[in-house]
T-cell receptor
Framework: GEDVEQSLFLSVREGDSSVINCTYT??????LYWYKQEPGAGLQLLTY?????DMKQDQRLTVLLNKKDKHLSLRIADTQTGDSAIYFC??????????FGPGTRLSVLP | NAGVTQTPKFRVLKTGQSMTLLCAQD?????MYWYRQDPGMGLRLIHY???????AKGEVPDGYNVSRLKKQNFLLGLESAAPSQTSVYFC????????????????FGPGTRLTVT
């Protein structure tokens, strides 16, 4: 089955850029998602990218996909304290299900 | 439009007790999912359903049963709770791709925190 890996922790200063990385194993994943989880809450979709794209930009968010290396990254520009949360990478496995990475806890320091 | 709701929000069980977690969605979604979240392990799929009356096993189905008698509800049962089932449980739903909404998003409930002593 699909394995998804992420670093567990990332700390950045307010105003800096954050880059959260993800590697996965199933090259047939057609959609790859980023979810955000705030404390005590469920997950919310941040953005997603189709596998035939290399990059997608959405306001402060930039997603980069390297299919050859099976590497996905999420860049948050001008990181704010409200961006502190856990971020999950989730490749779509078979059109129905997702496989979630362990999550990266982003801490934004003032 | 409440989205995805879960009951209860918190529960403490003794080993061997049983309980049912209820998930309800009002978005007419075909797909529904149950996940468990444990520290450092992300979300792991327990069971899922692709429509009313259907269920399928996910990554970690042992010790759990599910039922989808109505399209809007997805129930997760623990017949004999064990301490290893202490976790936060999330329900999610998703529209079928190609439907009118053309949505790819899974919508999550707020979670149920279960402790088994």
């Amino acid at each position: 089955g699909e394995d998804v890996e992420q670093s567990l922790f990332l700390s950045v200063r307010e105003g800096d850029s954050s880059v959260i990385n993800c590697t996965y194993t199933d090259s047939s994943s057609t959609y790859l998602y980023w979810y955000k989880q705030e404390p005590g809450a469920g997950l919310q979709l941040l953005t997603y990218i189709f596998s035939n794209m290399d990059m997608k930009q959405d306001q402060r968010l930039t997603v980069l996909l390297n299919k050859k290396d099976k590497h996905l990254s999420l860049r948050i520009a001008d990181t704010q304290t409200g961006d502190s949360a856990i971020y999950f990478c989730a490749p779509e496995a078979d059109g129905q299900n997702f496989v979630f990475g362990p999550g990266t806890r982003l801490s934004v320091l003032p | 439009n409440a989205g995805v709701t879960q009951t209860p929000k918190f529960r403490v069980l003794k080993t061997g007790q049983s309980m049912t977690l209820l998930c309800a969605q009002d978005m007419n979604h075909e797909y529904m999912y149950w996940y468990r979240q444990d520290p450092g392990m992300g979300l792991r799929l327990i069971h899922y359903s692709v429509g009313e009356g259907t269920t399928a096993k996910g990554e970690v189905p042992d010790g759990y049963n599910v039922s989808r008698l109505k399209k809007q509800n997805f129930l997760l049962g623990l017949e004999s709770a064990a301490p290893s089932q202490t976790s936060v449980y999330f329900c999610a739903s998703k529209a079928e791709r190609g439907g009118r909404t053309n949505s790819y998003e899974q919508y999550f409930g707020p979670g149920t925190r279960l402790t088994v002593t």
